[in-house]
């Protein structure tokens, strides 16, 4: 008779190889169900924040920004899909819990645009992006850059993902990388806060279609390859208040009809020309690999404070991992979560991490053990945090805390008054203030943060 110790590792093997071979099976209605709800979805918000825009239209715009210089700032920095204040009419990508204190800013930057530079092995773009919003001027990507993505050198006017572009920032200023700005340091971030941040990547990005062979190349039938197509024809209609509205970012590759015509669709639809083409996008950021390429040039310094809240839906029954049910969770949530924990690195190919099952619990979109701190290619200083209101924080050490929810939840939830989101934003705020001005007066002025 068979230990059951044996008999249970042949009924995991069994049950994965079942669920795989599922998987396989579904990919086209996947792909198909997944486009259908992420188009419904966009469809949706664009037109309530036409309502929105209607519905407010005689009303005057109140503003709680204040130019007290004894008030730090705060900058939340969206992620992927995201949007800030200039964009999508009276909505917030954030609820509306910025509108809650002074001095809290919502830049916009490119929703779909990347944080790293590949083909020059450099820090970019969207981290530029966050620069020029808050010290004002237009942005400039650099000649050389530009030239290599094949797009404009500079971008739009500012007049004063999410975590990884303030990691990005942050290092930028410490190697004082903007043309005309000698006297940048890295000391200007007094402290950056993470919610759910992909330090590490995803595997999501594999399950929406990023190739694990080549990390930058989209699977040809993929919910991403539907995605780029949607965005080409997007951006080529170059419809001005659909865009006055929402913005993917890529308006410095010029590919609108006006400039392009039609020759210019079809060069972008067969992956000759514009962000897809040059791999200038965000999601190859997103990948295992190619977070631990941005991570591999980033420093934790040892000045800034650092801390981040980790999302996690998943437990373990008998040896497996299956999704945790909560409030407010739809069964496509629960399906998000349980295709997760089923993903597994090729075995064809060498793994840039040690064992799939530290990568198996997730919140739907990232894997837990990316959101705690960088880790990969290197660990960076860390530390789990037990009892957060005894917390002593110290500089130059990622302090880290897991919640029991899915990942939309840190933005679906934050405007609502006394939940633990609308709390978490609230201790947030007040502790990265409290740094500030227990630090050094000097850094009021200079405080960014996520």
């Not at 004002?136 to 993505?149: K, M, N, P």
């Not at 005309?180 to 992909?198: F, I, P, Q, R, Y």
Request: aromatic share 14%.
């Amino acid at each position: 008779m068979l230990p059951s110790s044996t008999i249970s590792h042949v009924g995991r093997c069994f049950f994965q190889k079942t669920i795989g071979l599922l998987v396989v099976i579904l990919q086209l209605p996947f792909v198909l169900v997944t486009s259908f709800i992420l188009s419904s979805y966009g469809a949706y918000m664009l037109a309530r924040a036409v309502i929105s825009d209607f519905s407010n239209e005689f009303e005057q715009p109140c503003s709680t920004q204040s130019m007290n210089p004894s008030i730090p700032p705060i900058v939340l920095v969206h992620g992927v899909l995201g949007f800030g204040e200039e964009k999508m009419g009276r909505l917030s990508n954030f609820t509306g819990v910025e509108k809650k204190y002074e001095k809290i800013f919502v830049p916009d930057l490119g929703s779909f645009t990347s944080i790293y530079d590949r083909q020059r092995n450099f820090l970019e773009y969207r981290a530029r992006q966050l620069f020029y919003y808050l010290k004002g001027g237009q942005v400039d990507y650099g000649e050389e850059h530009s030239r290599a993505c094949g797009h404009s050198q500079y971008g739009r006017v500012y007049k004063q993902a999410g975590a990884q572009v303030v990691r990005v920032l942050q290092q930028m200023l410490a190697d004082k990388a903007f043309k005309g700005h000698a006297n940048t340091s890295g000391n200007w971030v007094a402290s950056l806060t993470s919610l759910c941040g992909a330090f590490n990547g995803s595997t999501k990005a594999y399950i929406m279609g990023m190739k694990p062979e080549d990390w930058s190349r989209v699977k040809p039938i993929s919910v991403l390859q539907i995605c780029c197509l949607g965005i080409i024809l997007y951006d080529w209609l170059d419809i001005s208040w659909m865009k006055s509205y929402y913005n993917f970012g890529f308006d410095h590759f010029n590919i609108s009809w006006r400039k392009t015509g039609v020759r210019g669709l079809v060069d972008c639809l067969l992956g000759n020309a514009g962000p897809f083409a040059s791999g200038d996008w965000v999601l190859p950021d997103t990948t295992i690999p190619g977070s631990m390429h941005i991570n591999s040039q980033l420093t934790t310094f040892p000045n800034t404070f650092y801390f981040s809240y980790t999302a996690k839906l998943t437990k373990r029954v008998r040896g497996f991992i299956v999704p945790t049910s909560i409030p407010e969770m739809n069964p496509w949530f629960f399906f998000e979560v349980f295709l997760m924990s089923l993903w597994r690195y090729p075995t064809d190919l060498p793994p840039p991490y040690e064992g799939d099952e530290d990568w198996w619990d997730n919140d739907g979109v990232l894997n837990t053990i990316s959101m705690t701190h960088p880790s990969l290619p290197n660990e960076h200083p860390h530390q789990l945090v037990a009892d957060e209101l005894n917390l002593q924080p110290r500089p130059g050490i990622w302090c880290y805390k897991t919640m029991e929810a899915y990942h939309s939840q840190f933005l679906t939830n934050a405007g609502t008054e006394g939940n633990q989101f609308s709390q978490l934003y609230d201790t947030v705020f007040k502790r990265c203030r409290q740094l500030v001005i227990k630090k050094s007066p000097v850094m009021v002025l200079q405080d960014e943060d996520d």
